[in-house]
């Protein structure tokens, strides 16, 4: 090899090969960020399939109960 740094459109393979040697920080960063898109597509249909469905929601408003309110005494409410 001439030592000349190999661009990266002239043989893909060549240079990440060059770049897991010569730069090993950056070319994992860059190797691990690509897979963000891909496990966005993959993981939840995975999941599915192998039984872990996901969480109920969790309620935005509190549950106000159907009927009269109880008419509370002893705690200093008969004050009107």
């Known amino acids: 090899m001439n030592g000349a740094t190999p661009r990266f459109w002239a043989g893909p393979l060549r240079y990440c090969r ?3 040697r010569e730069r090993p920080g950056l070319f994992w960063a860059v190797a ?3 897979m963000g ?3 966005l ?11 872990d469905e ?5 309620p935005l408003t509190y549950p106000v109960p159907s009927g009269p309110r109880k008419k509370l005494t002893g705690y200093d409410d008969d004050t009107e």
Do not use: E, L
């Open 32 to 34: 691990i960020g690509a």
């Open 18 to 20: 060059w770049a897991a």
């Open 37 to 39: 898109p891909v496990t």
């Open 41 to 51: 597509v993959t993981v939840p249909p995975i999941r599915r399939m192998i039984g």
């Open 54 to 58: 996901d969480a109920a929601p969790i």
